[in-house]
């Protein structure tokens, strides 16, 4: 079975710095781009960013310069490390393996909150 297991959410203060990581099933992670997306309640899904299978990194205009994501393929992970975090990056963030913005498998989701 596919799973996407995600972890290294919580509370931080704005300006402060967060690691989220999503492990994946070799399965998919080895022929999948792997990414993130958010979600505040009432708005639709945000890209955060996403890698493909070839280290391509790519983000979303709120979290440029802020938000690097890497992939380590010997565990299967995949991280996004949140730095300078701001109260508008408080969101729910989903980990998705797929074929860049098209989605295949989703995580169950994690709640970072910005706030002082």
């Known amino acids: 079975q596919v799973q996407l297991v995600e972890s290294g959410g919580g509370s931080v203060q704005p300006g402060g710095s967060l690691r989220l990581s999503c492990a994946a099933s070799?399965?998919?992670?080895?022929?999948?781009?792997m990414g993130w997306f958010r979600q505040v309640p009432g708005k639709q899904r945000e890209l955060a960013a996403y890698?493909?299978?070839?280290?391509?990194?790519n983000y979303g205009d709120s979290v440029k310069g802020r938000f690097t994501i890497s992939r380590d393929n010997a565990k299967n992970t995949v991280y996004l490390q949140m730095n300078s975090l701001k109260p508008e990056d408080t969101a729910v963030y989903y980990c998705?393996?797929?074929?860049?913005?098209?989605?295949?498998?989703w995580g169950q989701g994690t709640q970072v909150t910005v706030s002082s």
């Open positions: 998705y393996a797929g074929r860049e913005l098209q989605v295949t498998y």
């Open positions: 070799r399965s998919i992670f080895s022929i999948y781009t």
């Open positions: 890698i493909t299978r070839t280290g391509s990194a």
